[in-house]
């Protein structure tokens, strides 16, 4: 995770993810496995997905506009 303030990029976990997307592990799996949100394998069991990637996904989502709002506050403050 970024820390406010530094320049690095902000990686989130696959259980961080499915919080904020409100969905089950196994869908996030089917996004991966379907392309529709971009990750990074660290290794075997180790993926981790970018916190810009995943503002760009709630983008392109068809979930509610109230609810993109409180996921964008709670990523822009990580």
């Given at each position: 995770m970024k820390?406010?303030?530094e320049d690095k990029v902000?990686?989130?976990?696959s259980d961080e993810v499915a919080r904020?997307?409100?969905?089950?592990?196994r869908t996030l799996q089917n996004y991966r496995s379907e392309a529709k949100i971009p990750y990074y394998q660290i290794n075997k069991r180790t993926?981790?997905?970018?916190?810009?990637?995943v503002i760009k996904f709630l983008q392109n989502s068809n979930c509610s506009s109230h609810v993109k709002d409180s996921y964008y506050?709670?990523?822009?403050?990580l």
């Amino acid at each position: 995770m970024k820390i406010k303030g530094e320049d690095k990029v902000a990686f989130l976990t696959s259980d961080e993810v499915a919080r904020i997307l409100r969905v089950d592990k196994r869908t996030l799996q089917n996004y991966r496995s379907e392309a529709k949100i971009p990750y990074y394998q660290i290794n075997k069991r180790t993926i981790r997905y970018r916190t810009e990637d995943v503002i760009k996904f709630l983008q392109n989502s068809n979930c509610s506009s109230h609810v993109k709002d409180s996921y964008y506050k709670y990523l822009r403050n990580l």
